[in-house]
């Protein structure tokens, strides 16, 4: 109940500064810049504020006291630059953390592997080669939707080092073609970096149809890069299953390890799967985009 007021909150201050701003290339971009900035300082400030008092709480918080730990009026005054250099150091401080907590972990792959209706989309490498192209073409052009499906096979826990979990699975969203979806278990500090879009990184520049056509999965920056984040799972696995049968034939057993999951390890990779929500529903996460430095 608390996450839904504060975004309505936030919905409304951002009517209200459309009304104030000019129109400009950037004026999306500074009300998402906005809007990312109030809830991780939120988060940010609340943490600070219960390592003082470990009675406040976060479902009790009173108006004024929100949009205080928002940094309401300091987001009003900022300007573009100094904005977006407040999101990209918010994010920095889960990130870093984050990714620490990726390399202690190992690694892990999160997708979920569907049964699929037609037997030979299950298992796509065993079929004779003349066949592999055609049968890998339909594969990756295959939706994971109902249609298709013949058991929606959930993806790994993830444990988030916050405290909750995540978890793909076929989503609840009344729909047809609808396939899969992140779910949480636990209770989530609004403000909190959830995970990473993954995928392909284009320049708009060089798209190209077949990237483009019946593509629900492409998300688009602002410095005009895009990122396609069909597949990745299937990537995953064909990669995984083309490096196992390297290690068999060349007896390297780090060759699956070091080399075929390298790019797919990541846990929290897993945004591609997050719907957008139903008619009337309120969204309960935001996208940002965020550069990481290269001295990281």
Request: overall charge negative; aromatic content about 12%.
């Amino acid at each position: 109940p608390f996450f839904s007021s504060m975004l309505e909150t936030l919905s409304k201050l951002g009517t209200w500064w459309a009304r104030r701003s000019t129109h400009n290339k950037k004026f999306q971009q500074v009300l998402d810049l906005q809007e990312v900035y109030m809830i991780t300082s939120l988060r940010k400030n609340y943490l600070a504020r219960k390592a003082e008092d470990p009675s406040f709480d976060v479902d009790n918080i009173p108006q004024e006291k929100f949009l205080e730990l928002c940094n309401y009026e300091q987001a009003e005054e900022m300007g573009y630059q100094k904005l977006r250099a407040s999101v990209e150091q918010n994010l920095a401080e889960q990130v870093n953390p984050l990714m620490q907590y990726v390399i202690k972990l190992g690694g892990k792959n999160p997708y979920p592997k569907p049964v699929y209706k037609s037997e030979k989309l299950n298992n796509p490498y065993n079929v004779a080669r003349e066949e592999r192209k055609k049968l890998l073409d339909e594969y990756f052009k295959t939706k994971i939707d109902s249609k298709n499906v013949e058991n929606f096979i959930p993806g790994d826990t993830i444990e988030h080092p916050d405290g909750f979990k995540l978890q793909i699975r076929k989503s609840r969203i009344d729909h047809p073609e609808s396939g899969y979806g992140v779910w949480v278990m636990g209770k989530v500090l609004p403000g909190t970096l959830i995970g990473f879009y993954p995928g392909v990184v284009y320049p708009t520049t060089s798209l190209t149809e077949e990237v483009v056509i019946d593509n629900d999965y492409i998300i688009g920056r602002y410095d005009n890069m895009v990122i396609d984040g069909r597949h990745w799972d299937k990537r995953a696995y064909l990669q995984k299953e083309t490096f196992q049968k390297m290690e068999y034939a060349t007896g390297d057993a780090d060759v699956d390890e070091e080399i075929a999951k390298k790019k797919f390890r990541n846990p929290f990779g897993i945004c591609n799967y997050i719907n957008h929500p139903g008619h009337g529903v309120q969204h309960n996460v935001v996208n940002c985009a965020y550069d990481f430095p290269f001295d990281t």
